[in-house]
Structures are given as structure tokens and as C-alpha cells.
């Protein structure tokens, strides 16, 4: 009996399995956002100094960015369900170490820990939803209810920091990741089934260490722009270092027999055109939310717990946006779905453009959420998707580079944007830098989208038009 040959129990497992990865990936979504809102306690609490504070935010960034290429070849490597298992108990065992800080030296070096668990995490979890739903009907639901909880999470971190932050301790925000974890590990056990892993898998160790010192460079560089600015040594050195690194990593890739990241992956258009729209979308939104976040609390004087409230219609816009996306993902062309995804970003962040200090929440601010979590969900699915689709043996790699094009995007984003809205602000006001940080945004995303619709031209693959062989052939 060959494996399409399967008893109908793992066709059924697999939705188990869909909700067990998409629960381990909420898990590191929400540790996205949660630490922000806790960081002020874990600072009084701990004693860090301000520059110590930005590091408990880096050191999972660099961990996370860095070594997503390395996190989805190890997959590959160990098998998807042991590098499940790894990642998430791994990703349990560092939040306790966190949460049981009693210095900043352990709690930096529990979030570093998280950062490199959660990169052998998520491409994983990319793996295993490619390799389970391969029909294009399935695959739409499954991207989508996976979409829905990956997209949702950032809301829920900032909702869920804010209630522990309020009512319990910032250590809580930390060891809220342990149930999360196992209960995601007793589904991966359950409903993942033990798969022979890819022949022929070696680690490009050379490769393996350009990527994850280039990836580094350039996240710790735009992450100190912010702070030092953009002419600071210490922003661009790691930015220069980082470039020249990933120049020779490619370099690299095109030589060697088996390559961390073959170059087919980045060749194939509707890849590269995912990659683009998730990178561009990361730039907008991942600086909406900062702008958000800072405007709500500090410019209006919400609390922790109102504020994570307020996100709550940027959860709704995602769940609208995914539930239309994922009907049509079998049936329209990836361009005609994604473009149209980032310009209702586009349109969301240029309502930023009209925030004043006094403005109205529901008439002024809402609208920015949904459009924005309308626009991200859209993205998001048909990205996820398309990136993995087909992929075969490139999988988690495949999928590892939505997740590094996600986090260069947030980490540029985030600094770029805030860098133009602190220089507006220092000759005007808070709201006014967010203003124009938004309308630039705004245009940067219009002009990424007509890139993404050339890119991703008719003649590319798409959803509507990818069949699975038949059931001849697999046999």
C-alpha cells in the first residue's frame, strides 16, 4: 500500500494537525507584541537601563531573522515533526527561564533563546501545512484558518500583555507560553504523523553562516536606527557588514551542491512576488501598529487593558479579509489577490495622514485597523500559500523566507518610519510625525504593489490553475 493509499483516520488527522501548528504559531505570533507591552514592568522589575530595556526586543529579532534560513534546511534535516517538537519545547523551556528572570543578563539570554527556537518553529509549521493539504480547495481553508490565527496574533499579544501586565505580573507574560506549548505539542504527537525525512539533506554550513550573520547585520542595524539614527557607526556597520554578507551568501549558493537556499526558490515568480508583497506589507503595517500603540497610550492615556482592547477591530478586518481570500484562492490569479490586499493597507495607513490629538476612536482610528487587518489577512493567505505551493522538497525553506522577508520588512519599517516621524515631530508634534510617517507609507506601498503585479505576471503559476497529478501518476 503506497501512502495516497492511507486509512481515512489521517485525512481526518490532518485538521487536527492544521490547528496544532496553527496554535504553535500563534504561540510566537503573540510573543511578538506581548513583551512590548510588558517591557516597562520587566524594566522597573529587573533594573534595566534604557539601552539594555531595546535589547530584550532585539535579541529575539535577531534570533528569530537570523536564523530562519538555517531553522527551515534543519527541518528538512530532522524530519517536520521532530523539528515541531524541538522548537516547541525548546520555546516552553526559554519562556520559563525568562519568566523566572532575576536579572537582565538571564532574561536576555531566555529571549535570544526564543528567537532561535521560534525560527526552527515556523518554517515547520509551513512544512507540515504544504505537505498536508495539497488540493487546492483544502489548501485554501487551511491557509486560511491558518492566516486568520498568524495574523490575529499581534491584536491578541497587545490584548493579553495588557490584561497580565494589569491584573497579574509581567512574569505571566512570559509563562503564558507553557500551556500554549503543550497543547500544541499533544496535537503535533496526536496528528502529525512521523515522516521520513528529505534524502540527500545536507547543512551548508558556510552558507549557514553568511545568512545568519548577513540577516543579523541588517536587523541589528535597522533596529539601533531608531535610537542612534541612521548615521551612527552602530547602524550603519551592521547595515554595510550585513549587505556585504548576503551578496556573498548568494554568491555562495550558486556554487555549492546543496545549497541552504536554492536559488530556484527565489527565481520562481510568484515566490519572488510573495515574498515582496509580505516584505512590503511588513514594512506598513508592523509601523502602524508601533504608531498605534504609541498614540493610544500616549497621546490619549489609555491604559495597558484599553489599549489592547482597542486592537480588537484590527482582529476583525483580518478575519474578514481571510474568510474572502480563502474561497477565492482556488479560483483567481495570485496577482488579481494580493494587489489588491496591499492597497487596502495602502488606504488604511493613509488614513493616518488625518489622526489629530483629539480625534474620535471609532470614526477615525477603527477604520484604520480594518483596513489595515483586511488588507494583511489577504496578503498573508495568498502569500503563505503561494510561496509553499508546490514546493516540494523546498518547503520549509520555501516558507522560512515569507517569515525572514517578514521580519526585515517589520525591523526596516519600524525604523525607517520612525526615524521620519521623530524628525517631523521635533519641528512640530508627536501626531503630526505619524501623520506624515503614514502617508509615506502609504505611497510606498501603492508603488510596491505595482511592482507585485509586474512581477507576478499572467504566466506565472497560480492556485486556479494547479492541479494534483493523478492518482496514476503518484502511484
Not at 535579541?59 to 515533526?81: K, Q, T, V
Not at 523546498?394 to 522577508?405: E, N, Q
Not at 507585485?452 to 499572467?458: A, D, F, I, M, R
Amino acid at each position: 500500500m503506497t501512502t495516497t493509499d492511507a486509512p481515512p483516520q489521517v485525512d481526518v488527522r490532518r485538521w487536527w494537525a492544521l490547528g496544532a501548528v496553527a496554535t504553535a504559531q500563534l504561540m510566537v505570533g503573540i510573543d511578538l507584541t506581548i513583551v512590548n507591552i510588558a517591557l516597562p514592568s520587566m524594566q522597573k522589575d529587573l533594573g534595566l537601563s534604557d539601552p539594555s530595556r531595546q535589547w530584550v526586543i532585539t535579541l529575539f529579532a535577531l534570533g528569530f531573522g537570523g536564523l530562519l534560513l538555517i531553522g527551515g534546511r534543519m527541518s528538512d534535516l530532522i524530519g517536520r515533526r521532530r523539528a515541531l517538537l524541538i522548537g516547541l519545547t525548546g520555546f516552553a523551556l526559554a519562556s520559563a527561564l525568562g519568566g523566572a528572570a532575576t536579572g537582565g543578563g538571564m532574561l536576555l539570554a531566555a529571549r535570544g533563546l526564543q528567537g532561535a527556537f521560534g525560527a526552527l518553529l515556523t518554517p515547520a509549521v509551513l512544512a507540515t501545512l504544504a505537505a498536508s493539504f495539497p488540493s487546492p480547495a483544502e489548501r485554501g481553508k487551511a491557509f486560511g484558518i491558518y492566516g486568520a490565527v498568524m495574523g490575529s496574533a499581534s491584536g491578541l499579544g497587545v490584548l493579553a500583555g495588557g490584561v497580565l501586565t494589569e491584573y497579574l505580573d509581567w512574569r505571566w507574560s512570559m509563562y503564558v507560553n507553557l500551556p500554549i506549548a503543550a497543547l500544541a505539542a499533544a496535537g503535533v504527537l496526536y496528528a502529525v504523523p512521523a515522516v521520513q525525512r528529505t534524502s540527500g539533506v545536507r547543512i551548508d554550513v558556510l552558507g549557514a553562516v553568511l545568512a545568519t550573520a548577513g540577516l543579523m547585520g541588517v536587523v541589528f542595524g535597522f533596529g539601533r536606527a531608531e535610537s542612534d539614527g541612521w548615521g551612527a557607526p552602530a547602524t550603519y556597520g551592521p547595515l554595510a557588514a550585513g549587505v556585504v554578507l548576503l551578496a556573498a551568501f548568494l554568491a555562495v549558493q550558486v556554487r555549492v551542491t546543496s545549497p541552504l537556499l536554492p536559488l530556484r526558490v527565489l527565481k520562481d515568480r510568484k515566490r519572488g512576488g510573495s515574498y515582496l508583497a509580505v516584505f512590503s506589507l511588513a514594512i506598513g503595517m508592523f509601523a502602524a501598529l508601533f504608531f498605534l500603540t504609541f498614540y493610544l497610550q500616549t497621546v490619549r492615556h489609555y491604559s495597558p487593558l484599553r489599549a489592547g482592547l482597542s486592537f480588537l477591530p484590527l482582529t476583525v478586518g483580518l478575519m474578514a479579509g481571510v474568510r474572502v481570500v480563502s474561497r477565492l484562492l482556488a479560483r483567481v490569479s495570485v496577482r488579481a489577490l494580493i494587489c489588491p490586499g496591499m492597497l487596502a493597507i495602502a488606504a488604511g495607513l493613509a488614513l493616518l495622514g488625518l489622526l489629530r490629538a483629539d480625534s474620535s476612536y471609532w470614526l477615525q482610528v477603527v477604520p484604520v485597523f480594518l483596513l489595515v487587518g483586511l488588507g494583511s489577512g489577504w496578503v498573508l493567505v495568498t502569500a503563505n500559500s503561494t510561496a509553499t505551493l508546490g514546493a516540494g522538497a523546498d518547503s520549509a525553506v520555501a516558507g522560512a523566507m515569507v517569515m525572514t522577508s517578514q521580519q526585515v520588512g517589520a525591523s526596516l519599517g519600524t525604523a525607517l518610519l520612525s526615524t521620519v516621524a521623530g524628525t517631523v515631530a521635533a519641528h512640530s508634534d508627536a501626531v503630526h510625525g505619524f501623520n506624515v510617517a503614514g502617508v509615506g507609507a502609504a505611497g510606498f506601498l501603492c508603488v510596491a504593489a505595482v511592482a507585485v503585479y509586474w512581477v507576478l505576471s499572467e504566466r506565472s503559476p497560480d492556485h486556479s490553475r494547479w492541479k494534483l497529478p493523478s492518482r496514476s501518476t503518484r502511484l
